[in-house]
């Protein structure tokens, strides 16, 4: 009769601990680092009213190698983003160039790290919810929040932690079916979730690699001149046959779109200062950004495959004459014009 009893208490301990929130992160962590597998999954940011919604079809290999391709929305199909040896790369439909992202995605298994060791020192509280069913597996939910204690004077500095991050976690593999992630009060919120999955697929490296005439750049950012963004850009960067005296470039900004980049061309100049925006073959949305107050001088015109913009706060003549050293059309200067 003892021995039953001990048996029942041993069971009911193992039991118990296994539903500790820190032992389903731990098991997270590890199917994010270890499991191959391919899916389908959805993708929701959602601030305020508005909701953008992307589909993915995806590849990994743990925590080492990862692709993905964008089925919707229909201006992104066909986009392929590779993970491999710590970076990520973005190669768009038929295209011959790849680019570089600047910036990770939250990568989950990372997250779970720091999820992990911020709920052992006191700072995210994790809390179990109602189990779930998903894809037909029972998932425990494991809510985090972010409690936010006052650091010690001789405290070192915290990693960074959303708001808030919801888990449904397979209790088959650990995996984490479906996440929903709040940065910050008030701020967008993502939420993934997988829609099919497969796991231990016969995976080809190949899946992981880009074809061998593809040219990788960067994706973006800031450079001083424009021999150094030209580089990061896919397209000849035009620069204007005329300039006010004492004007000099300031910086380059290479700007990502979804139409395809962006390239920024900062000047100062006597007397003010003007920007000149230039894409190739299509002209983005918002092209040349949002208007500043005091309404400055801005024309936008389009030059064989280039499309162009100029904003600033020089005489209007001069922002005529240098814009039309690269193709704008003459302005009819007769009155009230």
Not at 207 to 236: K, S
Not at 317 to 329: F, V
Request: glycine share 8%; hydrophobic share 40%; charged share 25%.
């Amino acid at each position: 009769m003892r021995a039953v009893l001990l048996l029942s208490a041993l069971v009911w301990t193992v039991g118990w601990a296994q539903e500790r929130p820190i032992h389903w992160l731990q098991r997270a962590q590890q199917a994010e680092e270890t499991l191959a597998m391919t899916g389908v999954r959805v993708v929701e940011i959602t601030a305020g009213r508005t909701v953008q919604r992307i589909e993915e079809r995806f590849w990994r290999q743990g925590a080492r190698a990862e692709r993905i391709e964008v089925l919707a929305p229909a201006e992104r199909r066909g986009e392929v983003l590779l993970y491999q040896g710590g970076r990520w790369l973005v190669m768009r439909p038929n295209a011959k160039e790849a680019f570089e992202m600047p910036r990770m995605p939250i990568q989950g298994a990372m997250l779970l790290k720091t999820a992990k060791e911020l709920v052992q020192s006191g700072v995210v509280l994790a809390e179990m919810q109602p189990e779930a069913t998903l894809l037909g597996r029972s998932c425990v939910v494991v809510r985090l929040t972010l409690v936010r204690p006052p650091l010690m004077r001789d405290e070192p500095p915290r990693p960074p932690f959303p708001a808030s991050v919801t888990l449904w976690i397979d209790r088959e593999t650990g995996f984490a079916l479906k996440r929903e992630v709040a940065l910050r009060e008030g701020a967008p919120v993502m939420r993934m979730e997988l829609r099919r999955m497969e796991l231990r697929p016969r995976l080809s490296p190949e899946l992981f690699t880009l074809p061998p005439d593809v040219v990788v750049r960067p994706l973006g950012g800031m450079y001083e001149t424009v021999e150094e963004a030209q580089r990061a850009v896919g397209f000849p960067i035009r620069t204007p046959g005329y300039l006010p005296a004492g004007a000099s470039l300031e910086r380059v900004i290479v700007q990502p779109r979804p139409q395809g980049q962006v390239v920024v061309l900062h000047y100062r100049a006597t007397g003010g200062r003007f920007s000149l925006f230039q894409a190739h073959k299509s002209r983005p949305d918002e092209f040349g950004g949002k208007r500043r107050r005091g309404r400055p001088h801005a024309q936008f015109w389009q030059s064989g495959d280039y499309w162009f913009g100029i904003v600033g706060n020089l005489p209007k003549a001069e922002m005529e004459r240098i814009a039309q050293s690269l193709g704008a059309p003459a302005k009819d200067a007769s009155p009230g014009r």
